[in-house]
């Protein structure tokens, strides 16, 4: 998991001081109290975060399921744009991305991410599926 600034200052506090409530750090950092639990959460869970992005629910449930049965963090969207913003609240570990995507399409939210350099790192495969089946391929 990579670590924004918020989250190393974060975590240089509670390192400090384990007792601090969320509402002194969002103080601190000048954000939600929400905001805070939510990275903390974060941070604790030390598994894999893979994304799921896909629209149709008869690739993503399976997919979903297989992966978090074997203990995988797996986060989900639903389109393009919820991709992106997942990606930059998330911070996952591998994307399985579908091409076919409403509002953004696969291609699109790809390049997006190549092209930022705090998301650029982040491995993406292709998920391509059929009426019957579901299959990867790698991309990036």
Known sequence: MKLDTNDRKIVEMLQK??????????????LTE???EGRISRLS??????LIVDDELDTLLPLKRALEI????????QDGIE?????????PDLILLDLMLPKLNG?????????DEATSSIPIM???????????SLSY
């Open 34 to 36: 929400g905001e805070v």
């Open 126 to 136: 292709y998920v391509f599926s059929s009426p019957t089946s579901a299959s990867t």
């Open 45 to 50: 869970d030390t598994r894999t975060k893979i």
């Open 17 to 30: 001081d384990a007792t601090l409530s969320y509402g002194v750090i969002a103080e601190r950092l000048g």
């Open 70 to 77: 074997e203990d995988f963090n797996v986060i989900e969207a």
């Open 107 to 115: 291609f699109e939210v790809c390049q997006r991410l190549k092209q």
């Open 83 to 91: 991709a992106l913003e997942r990606v930059r609240s998330e911070n």
